[in-house]
């Protein structure tokens, strides 16, 4: 089945300064690419998301970028901002419609 | 902008009691999932439903673990009985038939003593 490894595990920024969070997957098969931020006692919310017939997709301040060939897909934040600190966590997933998740990168901007 | 509820947001159960959860998806969304999310860690798939029909339930502890979604729209998730294990936030999604977008309740927070 689908595996979903994410680095860093903790990333802390300097507000301001751009972040970047990287996942890697391992079914072939996999074809959609969300992220996901969860702030404390929520649920995930999506926030951006990539098929695998586009390599880079961008929305204001967050781009998500994605090699099908090296099975590695990647989250950019720029202009951090101190409400960008949560959870994020990548996911992948198939015409099953399920999605497998990473373990979570906790982003600290700090002051 | 519509939102999927999920009841209670928290529970405090002792061992061995029975615990039921809630979820209510988007209306018109078609597939509902429940998912286990141990702290510090990803959501972890339970069940998913398509209308009424359970797709996959096969990472659901079914000595313990119920879910029904009689009428192909609101779920309930049962552990009966509860184990110290079972302590997780509980997450319930929902997404438009044949469309891998989810979304996700606010979740129930259970602790289990």
């Known amino acids: 089945g689908e595996n979903v490894e994410q680095h860093p595990s903790t990333l802390s920024v300097q507000e301001g300064d751009s972040a970047v969070i990287k996942c890697t997957y391992s079914d072939s098969a996999s074809n959609y690419f969300p992220w996901y931020k969860q702030e404390l006692g929520k649920g995930p919310q999506l926030i951006i998301d990539i098929r695998s017939n586009v390599g880079e997709k961008k929305d204001q301040r967050i781009a998500v970028t994605l090699n099908k060939t090296a099975k590695h897909f990647s989250l950019h934040i720029t202009e951090t901002q101190p409400e960008d600190s949560a959870v994020y966590f990548c996911a992948a997933g198939n015409r099953d419609d399920k999605i497998i998740f990473g373990k979570g990168t906790r982003l600290h901007i700090l002051p | 902008e519509a939102e999927v509820a999920q009841s209670p947001r928290y529970k405090i159960t002792e061992k061995s009691q029975a615990v039921a959860f809630w979820c209510d998806p988007i209306?018109?969304?078609?597939?509902l999932y429940w998912y286990r999310q141990i702290l510090g860690q990803g959501p972890e798939l339970l069940v998913q439903?398509?209308?009424?029909?359970?797709?996959?339930d096969s990472q659901l502890p079914k000595d313990r673990f119920s879910a029904e979604r009689l009428k192909g729209v609101d779920s309930t998730l049962k552990i009966q009985p509860a184990e110290l294990g079972d302590s997780a936030m509980y997450l319930c999604?929902?997404?438009?038939?044949?469309?891998?977008?989810?979304?996700f309740g606010p979740g129930t927070r259970l602790t289990v003593l």
């Open positions: 209306s018109g969304h078609a597939t």
């Open positions: 439903f398509q209308d009424e029909s359970v797709v996959d």
């Open positions: 999604a929902s997404s438009p038939v044949s469309h891998n977008e989810q979304f």
